[in-house]
């Protein structure tokens, strides 16, 4: 089962269905789902998901950036996590990154570079954020834009984080995701 | 959280409204009035209608004048904001966008430029359950706009029901056509929802058509109990 975690700024807000839904529309027909709010999560949910995936916000939603004891648990979790936008920056903040000033707003186009089961070469996808992350060294970076640090992945651990918003016109970033730690974890 | 809600008249910037009423505070309505009948950012047939779907719901709205020129009528929008954001003291923006990235972004780019909130309820909605929602709701919509073949005048002044659903999904299938007009294939007017207190009642319209291109044009209209 995937658990999808609600990152807006409180649970049952209008940014649900903008970043939220969008994220159970692509995986529905892959497995089972539950979705939580962040406030909710509790140390059970470290284990009892196949993988784990955090939601973007909203340009103006920093409330997730600004709690990271809530994020502790990241630097524990035994099962794959992709973290979409704000679930990006949150992985990194959690893992001792900093977040650089990248404002990024509409379709853009995302280099690769570094091989990995989601994505390949260049494409196009749906940018909205006001910030990048300077990676902390137990992080490779995968693809960039511009200036802009677009995603990455523990070094050691299934942990991606996405940039851009693979739900608006990437789904099957997602659904590889979901296919890739599927039967292996 | 107060919002004004970018309000067309039509089911996607009601449906949004809506949805943004259910959660946060509306403060009010903003409606840019396009003279550009091919704007790719702003819905044109029967926007004055506007004014009377605001007084039904006992909202008030801001109207702005748009020559609608790509680009230009942005600086139209940010002023119509600014002007929600100091008579309303809005901290958001809710827009009725589905699936137009070329709307989303450009509404995105305003709101970050103004630092206020930009709230998209609708985004990436499946189009076919969205339409069936608005019907179940009680939503009272006509057809007001077709802008790509096959539709034609014969559309103009449908009601949004089970029927239509099946016939715009045909068409999304035989020609590709969004059913929820998000290329802007069709346009719409809501006659009745359920934040209208009273409903519109049509009392003089009259077709403009050519084609595969129309519209359905309110003359007159008044408010009428529910």
Redesign the interface.
């Given at each position: 089962m995937i658990l999808i975690v609600d990152m807006n700024f409180r649970k049952?807000?209008?940014?649900f269905?903008?970043f939220v839904?969008?994220i159970v529309?692509a995986v529905k027909n892959l497995d089972d789902y539950a979705v939580r709010h962040y406030s909710e999560l509790g140390q059970e949910d470290l284990t009892r998901y196949s993988s784990i995936i955090l939601s973007g916000t909203?340009?103006?939603?920093h409330a997730s950036l600004n709690e990271p004891d809530e994020f502790t648990w990241i630097l524990d979790c035994k099962v794959p996590v992709l973290g979409i936008c704000a679930g990006m920056q949150t992985i990194a903040l959690a893992n001792g990154a900093r977040l650089t000033k990248c404002?990024g707003?509409?379709?853009t186009e995302i280099t690769t570079t570094a091989p990995n089961p989601l994505f390949s070469s260049t494409f196009k996808a749906?940018a909205?954020h006001?910030f990048s992350v300077q990676p902390s060294p137990a992080f490779a970076v995968l693809a960039k834009s511009g200036k802009c640090v677009q995603a990455i992945k523990h070094k050691q651990k299934n942990i991606y984080g996405v940039l851009f918003h693979p739900?608006?016109?990437n789904r099957e970033i997602i659904q590889r995701f979901i296919r890739a730690f599927r039967v292996t974890e | 959280m107060k919002l004004g809600v970018l309000f067309s008249g039509g089911k996607d910037s009601t449906f949004a409204l809506h949805m943004a009423a259910e959660k946060e505070e509306v403060a009010c309505l903003i409606t840019l009035l396009s003279k550009n009948v091919e704007s790719y950012m702003f819905h044109t047939p029967n926007i004055h209608i506007t004014t009377l779907q605001a007084e039904a719901m006992n909202l008030p709205i801001i109207q702005k004048t748009t020559e609608g020129k790509p680009e230009h009528e942005l600086e139209d929008l940010k002023e119509a904001i600014s002007e929600a954001v100091k008579a309303y003291r809005i901290e958001g923006v809710v827009s009725g966008a589905i699936d137009s990235v070329y709307q989303s972004e450009r509404i995105q780019r305003v709101c970050n430029q103004l630092d206020v909130w930009c709230v998209n309820p609708l985004w990436k909605r499946n189009q076919k359950e969205h339409l069936e929602e608005i019907v179940a709701k009680g939503y009272e919509v006509i057809v007001s706009g077709v802008f790509a073949y096959p539709l034609d005048e014969t559309w103009l002044g449908k009601p949004l029901d089970p029927e239509l659903i099946r016939a715009l999904l045909d068409l999304q299938d035989k020609f590709g056509v969004s059913p929820s007009g998000e290329g802007g294939e069709i346009e719409t007017t809501v006659l009745d929802a359920s934040l209208f207190k009273k409903r519109i009642e049509i009392v003089e319209s009259e077709v403009c058509a050519k084609g595969n291109s129309g519209i359905l044009r309110i003359k007159k209209a008044r408010l009428i109990p529910k």
């Open positions: 049952d807000s209008l940014g269905h903008e839904l969008p529309n909203a340009l103006k939603d404002l707003i509409g379709m749906y909205l006001n739900e608006v016109r | -």
